[in-house]
Structure formats: structure tokens, C-alpha cells
């Protein structure tokens, strides 16, 4: 059968699982202001809202403490088909759903597979990608949610047209049912194309299918050649790596929290909590009610603008990541998205008065808190949200799912990428579930709040957040084992770099396991 082989494809293809993760996020926004969702689930809101919202990360955490099993027992790519059925599953439940309970369990499916495929497409793509382009071709993982968000809000706002429109109290349903059926389709397309992707090299290694491995390395890295120095060389750093962890006889679990191993589980499960406290959820979950607080005459409009700076601002992480480095963009990027919270909290505190007519917003229900008649301050606050959206996209946005995925030796990458976006999902799903009642309750004073996540975020970052870009991942272990403090840059010649050398020179010959 044929495989691919283009690492940029390979991996660009296996991040629509990222872009699932997008449609997973916007699958609300869009149709929370219809007529046709309101009628027909009973005008949910507050708790009741914030339930439907957060079922589906709440089957992603299920997902993803679920994700390390399959994905070593059954491999990377198979994992990632078993998603895809899983989201099929929940969108027709979703798309026939007759009442919040239907809803909810669609929603909780449709979350297993999130969970599954957030967690092993990093891994699937860091295992495929040569230490050079690593960063670049798991960003696409976020490029891909950036995409999956705005495709998804835009079959939204299409659909929410159907009868007379959004507040046409006679809307018909098919103004949810539409947008939620059509989500089916990029899980059938990743579900069918996976058979002919390759499975990861490191997986069939672990599993002494060395010969297969070395097929894969070859069509990866060496345009089919198995002699080719690079993938020799890649093949025996991956033999060392996996002889060491075989020597060491301690279980993928007890190594998970040994000493030495915790700090890194406990760091990337931080940086995929941060991602979520950050703030983002408030921009993507709930920017229709944000935008009838800054009093904005088309806040549906207003807030696709958001999602399209979403989608092109990741493009530059994309092609710079690997060139500026990991470290900086956590650091530079929690510093921002907390200044242009605290100034879009002050704005709102100082022009804005409480809705006592709730009849002003289009909403009637969710909004409390409104800055009226001052078109600068709510151009302000709007333009706050663009840059908080901006600068998430092109920081956090990619390395939060890059860094996680990196730093793990490969007999508990799995594992450990599962904890760490087991964390995302936890905090995905208090905030899904927290924020309508916030929104209701404390209002600007929300945006304090996170801003203050994101100063501790700074601070976390800059003082245990080590360098990654360019070396590979068997050299993790020497990074952050080091001793070094994480503002000092591990330098070292690479391993990969001198086994290649070695090989062409001669000096070394590879064992073979065929």
C-alpha cells in the first residue's frame, strides 16, 4: 500500500485532529444567539449553559487520560482513527439531539475524541519530524484548531441565516443541526487518510519492529535509502535511547514520578494549564457576550474578525518557532496577553455601569456589565481582545502544544503528553463551565483575574522553563538534566549531529535487528 512520505504533509494532514479540536471550541459561539438554539433548549444560561459548554471537555479529559493507552498499545495512527469514529458518533447525536440531555452526550463523545486526538497528534508529529523543523510542523497542530475555529463559526453564521434570520423567533432548528452534521466531515477525511500515512518510527521501535522503523526513517529522511548517513544515524540514537530506558527496568509509570521526571510532567502539565487560565477561553467560548458588553452593533461580525487574526497570526510561530525559540514565546507571550487584559478590565471598570435594561443587549439575558454610548472605550476594548487574540496566536497558541510534546523520553511520552493535556481539559472545562457565571457575577473584574494568571505564567516561565529548539528527542534527558538554570541555554554538540558524522566518515557501524 502506498505511504507517504513529505514530512510537512504527513504531519499537516494529521493536525485536521487539531483542527477537531477547533470545531470543538467554536461549536457553541456560533449558534448561542439564535432564536432556534434558545427555543428549542429552553433559553439555556449561566450553569445551564455553562454545562452543555463544558460536557464536551469534560469527555476530552476522559480522552485524554484514555489517549497513552492506545496510543501504546495500538500505535500512534490507530489512536487517532478511533477518534475519528468516536466524533462521528457524537456529531450525529448532536445533530439529532431533542433535548440538552441528547446534546450533552453527543457533546461528551465528540470530547473523547478531542481529548484522544489533542493528545497523540503532537506526539505523532514530534516522533515523524527531524529535530530542524520539529517546532513548525507541531505548530500546525494549532494552525489547524485556528482553522477548524473559524471554518466552523462560519458554517455557524451561515446556518444561523436559515428563516429569518438569527432573531426570528420561528428560526427552524436546522440553524444548529447544520453546522453540528457538517462537523462530521474532517474526522471521515483524517479517519480514511490515515492508512496511508506510516506509523511512527518510535513506536515500531519500542515494539522491536526495527525493520519497519528503519523502512519509515529511510522514507522520511532519506528518500527511501536505508544507507543514507541521516537515517543511521537517527536510527541508532533511537536504538541507545530505547536500550538505556530497557536498562533501567522501572516501569512507564513509576517513571513518570521519579524524581528526576517529575519536574518536566509537572512543567508540561502547567504550561497546557496556563494555556487555558491564560484567558483565550473567554475570546473563543463567549466573544458574542463580550462584544454585546463593549456595545457593538454586529457583535457576531465583529467576532469572526477575531477568528481570522487567530488563524493568520499562527502563521508566523509556524515559520519562526524553530529560529526564536520556545522560551521566548512563553515568556513574551504571557507578558502581553496580561497587559491587554488588565487594560481591557480597567476600561470596562472606569466606563462602564451595570445593564439594568436587560432589553439593551441582543442577548437579554447573559449581559450585566455594558460600557454605552462611548464608541472610543468600546473600540478599546475591542481592539484589546485583537491584540489578546494576536498575541496568543503567535506564542502560546503553538508552543503549548510543541513544548509538552517534546520533552519526554519516548518510554513515557505518551503518558506524559496524556497528563499534560489531561490538565488542559481539566481547566477547559471549569472555565467552559465558570465563565457564563462570572460573566454574570464579577463581570470586568474577570479580566483581572486572568491577567493575574498570566503574570504567575511569566513567572513560572521565565524561572523553569528551559531552551528545547534544535535538539532532538532523545537529547531531552541531557537538557534538562543539566543542572542549569532554565535562563541559561544548554549548549552541547548534538549526538544526532555526531553519529551522522561518524557514519560518513566510517567510523561507526549501525546493528541491524532485521
Known amino acids: 500500500m502506498y505511504q507517504a512520505s513529505n514530512v510537512y504533509f504527513i504531519c499537516g494532514f494529521a493536525a485536521i485532529g487539531g483542527g477537531l479540536f477547533g470545531f470543538d471550541i467554536s461549536s457553541m459561539s456560533g449558534v448561542l444567539g439564535t432564536q432556534a438554539y434558545k427555543q428549542y433548549f429552553d433559553n439555556p444560561v449561566s450553569y445551564r449553559q455553562g454545562a452543555i459548554t463544558a460536557s464536551m471537555p469534560a469527555g476530552s479529559l476522559v480522552g485524554s487520560l484514555m489517549s497513552s493507552f492506545l496510543a501504546d498499545r495500538f500505535s500512534r495512527k490507530v489512536a487517532l482513527q478511533i477518534s475519528c469514529l468516536l466524533w462521528i458518533l457524537g456529531s450525529i447525536l448532536m445533530t439529532a439531539s431533542q433535548n440538552i440531555g441528547m446534546l450533552c452526550t453527543g457533546r461528551v463523545i465528540c470530547g473523547l475524541c478531542v481529548g484522544i486526538a489533542s493528545s497523540i497528534v503532537p506526539v505523532y508529529q514530534s516522533e515523524i519530524a527531524p529535530k ?46 447544520i453546522p453540528w452534521g457538517i462537523q462530521m466531515v474532517p474526522a471521515f477525511i483524517l479517519l480514511v487518510g490515515l492508512f496511508f500515512f506510516p506509523y511512527s518510527p518510535r513506536w515500531l521501535a519500542s515494539k522491536d519492529r526495527w525493520e519497519e522503523a528503519l523502512q519509515v526513517l529511510a522514507r522520511l529522511h532519506g528518500g527511501g535509502d536505508v544507507n543514507h548517513p541521516k537515517v543511521l544515524a537517527q536510527y541508532q540514537e533511537i536504538e541507545e535511547a530505547l536500550r538505556f530506558e530497557r536498562e533501567q527496568t522501572v516501569s512507564s509509570f513509576r517513571a513518570l514520578v521519579a524524581p528526576r521526571m517529575l519536574k518536566r510532567v509537572a512543567l508540561g502539565m502547567s504550561i497546557q494549564m496556563w494555556s487555558q487560565l491564560c484567558g483565550m477561553n473567554i475570546m473563543m467560548y463567549y466573544i458574542v457576550y463580550i462584544m454585546e458588553g463593549a456595545q457593538i452593533a454586529s457583535p457576531l461580525a465583529t467576532a469572526s474578525i477575531q477568528y481570522v487574526i487567530n488563524v493568520v497570526l499562527t502563521l508566523p510561530a509556524i515559520v519562526f518557532l524553530d529560529k526564536w525559540g520556545r522560551r521566548p514565546s512563553l515568556i513574551l507571550g504571557s507578558f502581553g496577553m496580561m497587559s491587554w487584559l488588565f487594560i ?106 486572568f491577567g493575574a494568571f498570566n503574570a504567575a505564567a511569566f513567572i513560572h516561565m521565565l524561572l523553569l522553563a528551559p531552551e528545547t529548539k534544535g535538539f532532538t528527542l532523545e537529547e531531552m534527558d541531557d537538557v534538562f538534566d543539566s543542572g542549569l538554570p532554565a535562563w541559561k541555554r544548554y549548549k552541547k554538540t548534538s549526538r544526532l549531529d555526531e553519529l551522522e558524522r561518524e557514519i560518513e566518515a566510517g567510523h561507526l557501524k549501525v546493528s541491524s535487528h532485521a
Not at 513548525?136 to 484548531?145: D, K, T
Not at 502544544?401 to 497528563?419: D, G
Open 344 to 449: 481591557s478590565g480597567a476600561l470596562q471598570q472606569y466606563y462602564g455601569e451595570p445593564n439594568t435594561d436587560l432589553t439593551r443587549t441582543a442577548d437579554n439575558s447573559e449581559v450585566t456589565w455594558i460600557v454605552l454610548n462611548n464608541r472610543p472605550v468600546s473600540s478599546a476594548i475591542v481592539s484589546c481582545s485583537y491584540l489578546f487574540v494576536a498575541t496568543f496566536a503567535t506564542t502560546w497558541g503553538p508552543v503549548s502544544w510543541t513544548y509538552p510534546a517534546e520533552i519526554f523520553p519516548s518510554k513515557i511520552r505518551a503518558k506524559a503528553v496524556s497528563l499534560a493535556t489531561a490538565s488542559n481539559w481539566f481547566w477547559n472545562m471549569v472555565l467552559a463551565f465558570a465563565v457564563p457565571p462570572l460573566l454574570w457575577n464579577i463581570n470586568y473584574k474577570m479580566y483581572y483575574i
Open 132 to 177: 530542524e523543523i520539529r517546532g513548525r510542523v507541531v505548530s500546525l497542530q494549532q494552525w489547524a484548531i485556528t482553522w477548524g475555529i473559524l471554518i466552523q463559526y462560519f458554517i455557524q453564521f451561515g446556518a444561523a441565516q436559515v428563516g429569518g434570520g438569527p432573531n426570528d423567533p420561528n428560526q427552524p432548528t436546522a440553524a444548529f443541526r
